[in-house]
């Protein structure tokens, strides 16, 4: 497959990227790494004029710990940065696990955490061909109107398939968009709408710049466990990010964010009643296993039964749970 025509804008610094989203706006794709946004294109996912190639900002390359124990990460750090980086494995380690399943190295020394937040929602219907689309009479998410997934409904059920996001929201991460009028810091818990088509509110003006991990998520035991086909190099198809924070053994805060069974990352509602002041064991990982796994809402919306992608949630988080309370 071929990539379709369009016309390359190298910006060097914010501002200007920002300038070109602002004149081009709905006709103009962002690049960090291009790993996801290039095949797309070829499958004429996406056909714009223009192309905004990030990657000369270096502005926004770079991991910067503040004295308060909080860290910035610029969206163009790549994802074997954020895996090799011994301050984040030493005090964020859930992320730089999460990081470490993205794909493949390779994949990992071109793919971006911007990149990674930004990921398009995925379906058997969608990442396709063009023909097989047409085949199939297109679908609500692009240039249909009926759902394959769903029929008879209006939503696109497509799921959200990143791996660093549900680590990210467990970790209360903040992102920082900028746009040609202003710059807005927002909670990653608010960035996506659980819709497969408009998926992240981001103005086509917009640009992911940074993310923020604050302090007081330092320091916490972090597990990432996920379920794919081919392990060298897959998309998740069920994903758990699991972080404790304990004194003397007991729970002092818990968080568990799920990727890939729902159109967007979430977290898990209702733990700190259930595991909080307490000392995690085979009942009680148990019993976040089931609350996660209602939380988990698959659709056909890849090779493997949403029973099964369901069932590996509850089976993940216990099991994430059990390792992140190991001594
Ligand atoms: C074979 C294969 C396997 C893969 N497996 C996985 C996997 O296991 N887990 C996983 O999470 N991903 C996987 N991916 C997808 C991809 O490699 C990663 O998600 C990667 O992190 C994407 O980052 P990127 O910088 O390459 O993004 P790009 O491809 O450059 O962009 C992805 C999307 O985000 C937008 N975007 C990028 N940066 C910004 C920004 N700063 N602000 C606003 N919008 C932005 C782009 O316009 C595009 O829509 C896989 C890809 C392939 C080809
Ligand atoms: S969930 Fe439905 S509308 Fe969305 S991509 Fe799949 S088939 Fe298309």
Same mark, same amino acid.
């Given at each position: 497959m071929s990539l379709p025509e369009f016309r390359l804008l190298r910006p060097r610094a914010v501002h200007e990227a920002v300038a070109m989203l602002g004149k081009h706006a709905g006709n103009l794709r962002v690049l960090a790494g291009g790993t996801d946004l290039i095949p797309s294109m070829k499958q004429r996912l996406f056909d714009p004029e223009y192309v905004c190639d990030l990657? %000369?900002?270096?502005?926004?390359r770079g991991i910067r710990q503040q004295s308060s124990g909080a860290v910035e990460i610029g969206a163009l750090t790549t994802l074997s940065t954020i895996e090799r980086s011994t301050y984040l494995r030493q005090h964020f380690p859930v992320l730089t696990k999460a990081a470490a399943t993205v794909a493949s190295p390779v994949l990992r020394n071109m793919g971006t955490l911007g990149g990674n937040i930004c990921l398009d929602t995925r379906c058997l219907w969608y990442n396709q061909s063009l023909a097989w689309r047409k085949g199939c009479g297109f679908c609500i998410k692009k240039?249909?109107?009926?759902?394959?997934?769903?029929?008879? %409904?209006?939503?696109c059920w497509a799921a959200f398939s990143a791996d660093t996001p549900p680590a990210l929201l467990c970790l209360n991460a903040e992102i920082e968009i900028a746009s040609p009028a202003a710059t807005r810091r927002l909670p990653l818990r608010d960035f996506y709408t659980g819709d497969g088509v408009n998926y992240r509110k981001l103005l086509p003006t917009e640009l992911v710049t940074r993310v923020f991990l604050p302090a007081e998520s330092a320091d916490c035991r972090g597990v990432y466990r996920k379920l794919r086909i081919r392990g060298s190099i897959d998309y998740p198809l069920a994903g758990v990010a699991v972080l404790v924070k304990r004194s003397n053994g007991m729970v002092v805060d818990a968080r568990i964010g799920l990727t890939a069974v729902n159109p967007a990352p979430v977290l898990v509602r209702g733990l700190p009643g259930l595991l909080g002041g307490k000392i995690i064991d085979e009942a009680l990982a148990e019993a976040a296993g089931d609350i996660a796994a209602r939380m988990a809402k698959p659709l056909t919306t890849s090779a493997l039964t949403p029973e099964y992608r369901r069932e590996m949630i509850r089976v993940f988080t216990k099991r994430a749970l059990l390792a992140a309370a190991a001594n």
């Open positions: 990657r %000369g900002i270096t502005e926004l240039d249909g109107d009926l759902c394959h997934v769903a029929p008879g %409904g209006s939503k």
